[in-house]
């Protein structure tokens, strides 16, 4: 018989006590419903898996646990019978009991901010695979006084108030004020992951100020996710940010006032003076200017607050992406707002299928370096005379069809004698090595290694034939 001694004992029932909690939302007792799990005392460790049913689930909650990088906080939709997810609807969703918090009217999920569980910093949170819609005026909620409110115009989704470590990973975001809404906090919302979602139909009727997603944190990723318009009528952009560390790589970010919208820190100091605020990476996306598409700028970096002493002014690396603009009229890929702000554009393809005259690469102000760029041609520098500056390094080329593989079904790689094969180059030093191009998007909501064999392709696709591609991707990569 094994004995056990007094600190034995302790450390036995201690980790017993510690131990992770799986809770089933599903048709089987005890959790019927999302507000039956106790939502106050989750844990580190604990998972919620939210099972699909036929209904949608009209509850809305706060999130303000604390999870570790080892045992986070994991809430898990499960899908139906043929993949369906599990949707959280927030059109007559009801407060979930034992919970307490304020700006209800500014979220349908929401992490952090409340007075019950009341943990200051809520950490390694993750939310996937769920249906998470409609947090927008007229819509309206049961808060949990058992009032009737009407959501804000800038509700979201998900709407982290404050938060370190959190992931929203494979969801689909949609019919809200903003798709997903991240907050600064004063600099405490850090590390925050948007990875593999469809975010798409948000917005407001006639208002500039609500987007598909809208952030602001120290460190924040997005990859692989798929961006759609916004909803009919809605005026805002994209993808919205005024982070500092920002990096988007490898997404599909289609249409939108903007495909992206990254300006300045508005109302935090503490971001404006964080060491990475003033570089931001913007690599292997593909971005999509439909025609009739709110402005004809595609990427606006620098600020908008007019407060120009807290504007970027630093360096965007925007490499390897795909660009395409079908509109009629004029496009512009960068609007850089002061010429304190710089551009170091290589190894991207830039396409239009109007004459190459309608392309022009910035909006008037800012520095740009420019390498190792397939441009069609008759580009412009400029629809203006510009105030910045263009600085060409070499290597760029112009044509008339950089040979897509299917350009009217968006298939973007290379075809077999594309000028885009093996003319791009290396990534710069300053971006290595974190910001490499190991990966690239993969149709739809993934990425996928980058089957890179010789020099590195122009554009945010690598051509290989189906040989060479088969041996890469049996050689450990994929």
Not at 201 to 216: K, S, V
Not at 303 to 311: C, E, L, R
Request: glycine share 12%.
């Amino acid at each position: 018989m094994i004995k056990l001694s007094g600190l034995g004992m302790v450390l036995l029932f201690g980790s017993c006590a510690l131990q992770a909690t799986d809770y089933h939302v599903d048709s089987n007792p005890p959790y019927f419903n999302i507000g039956d799990v106790p939502w106050a005392t989750i844990q580190a460790g604990d998972r919620v898996f939210i099972h699909w049913r036929t209904a949608p689930y009209k509850e809305k909650w706060v999130i303000n646990a604390v999870g570790t990088e080892l045992n986070p906080i994991h809430v898990i939709g499960v899908n139906g019978p043929n993949g369906e997810q599990a949707v959280i609807d927030g059109n007559g969703a009801t407060t979930v009991p034992g919970v307490n918090f304020w700006n209800e009217r500014r979220g349908l999920i929401k992490i952090g901010g409340s007075n019950t569980p009341n943990n200051h910093l809520p950490e390694h949170i993750i939310i996937e695979n769920l249906d998470i819609r409609s947090a927008r005026p007229p819509y309206q909620f049961t808060n949990d006084g058992g009032g009737t409110e009407t959501y804000a115009t800038n509700a979201a989704s998900l709407y982290v108030e404050i938060g370190a470590n959190i992931t929203f990973r494979n969801n689909t975001i949609r019919d809200s004020g903003n798709g997903i809404f991240v907050g600064a906090n004063g600099g405490q919302t850090q590390n925050i992951l948007i990875q593999n979602n469809h975010i798409y139909d948000n917005g407001i009727d006639g208002r500039i100020y609500e987007h598909n997603t809208y952030t602001a944190a120290i460190g924040i990723v997005y990859e692989g996710n798929r961006f759609g318009a916004l909803r009919e009528g809605a005026l805002g952009n994209n993808l919205k940010d005024r982070s500092a560390g920002l990096v988007v790589r490898n997404n599909w970010i289609e249409d939108g006032n903007r495909q992206l919208d990254l300006v300045d820190a508005e109302d935090s100091s503490v971001l404006v003076n964080h060491p990475s605020y003033a570089t931001t990476h913007v690599y292997g996306n593909v971005l999509i200017e439909s025609d009739g598409q709110g402005n004809s700028q595609m990427v606006h970096y620098g600020g908008d607050s007019g407060t120009v002493a807290d504007y970027r002014k630093g360096d965007l690396y925007f490499y390897n992406n795909t660009v395409i603009s079908t509109r009629t009229g004029n496009t512009t890929l960068l609007r850089l707002s002061t010429n304190d702000e710089t551009a170091h554009v290589f190894n991207n393809v830039y396409y239009g299928t109007g004459n190459g005259g309608l392309l022009a690469l910035i909006g008037g102000n800012g520095q740009v370096n420019m390498q190792h760029n397939w441009f069609k041609t008759g580009w412009q520098d400029c629809h203006c005379t510009p105030a910045g500056s263009i600085t060409d390094l070499g290597n760029n080329l112009t044509g008339t069809d950089p040979m897509f593989s299917n350009l009217a079904g968006q298939t973007w790689s290379p075809t077999a004698n594309s000028d885009l094969i093996n003319n791009g180059m290396q990534p710069l030093a300053a971006v290595l090595p974190d910001h490499t191009l190991l990966e690239q998007y993969q149709e739809h909501q993934s990425t996928q290694s980058r089957p890179i064999s010789g020099t590195t392709d122009i554009g945010a696709f690598e051509y290989c034939d189906e040989l060479s591609c088969d041996l890469i991707f049996t050689n450990g990569f994929e």
